[in-house]
């Protein structure tokens, strides 16, 4: 999520796509997903962050993660 929040690796800088991963990721580690989510979200506008939060929680719903 970083890398293609920041542009980095090759990768074409997206921010709200970078978020919507940053988000996703931050279920296995909320504390990790938490402090890095702030970083990338003070360079986004309210918009935008909601947009990747909607688009997280599709992501989500339509890919349930296994409990096994």
Known sequence: GVMMA???GGLE???VSG???INIGSLADGN????VRAL???KLTDD????????AREWIVANPLSKN
């Not at 990790?32 to 402090?35: F, I, R, S, V």
């Open 6 to 8: 920041e542009g980095l």
């Open 19 to 21: 978020l919507v991963w």
């Open 13 to 15: 800088k997206d921010p």
């Open 48 to 55: 935008e962050i909601e947009e990747a939060e909607r688009r």
């Open 32 to 35: 990790l997903g938490a402090k």
């Open 40 to 42: 990338i979200e003070q």
